[in-house]
């Protein structure tokens, strides 16, 4: 019962904190382009540079 004391006021400041970060998170646009990180990763269209002399 004596360890409530510790972990109510524990487990309040976790969910307070992480609100904080979702909440910051929001604010400083991490969740504009959900979709482009993934399209650019996929059309990513480098291509192996030749060296001279290298076949075609």
Sequence with gaps: MQS???LVPLAL??????LWAFL???K???Y???????????????S???KP???V
């Design 24 to 26: 910051w998170s929001l």
């Design 28 to 30: 400083s646009g991490q």
């Design 4 to 6: 409530l004391i510790i």
């Design 32 to 46: 504009e382009d959900l979709e482009g990180a993934g399209w650019r990763a996929i059309l990513d269209d480098d």
């Design 13 to 18: 400041a976790l969910g307070l904190l992480g």
């Design 48 to 50: 192996p540079t030749k």
């Design 53 to 55: 002399g290298d076949p």
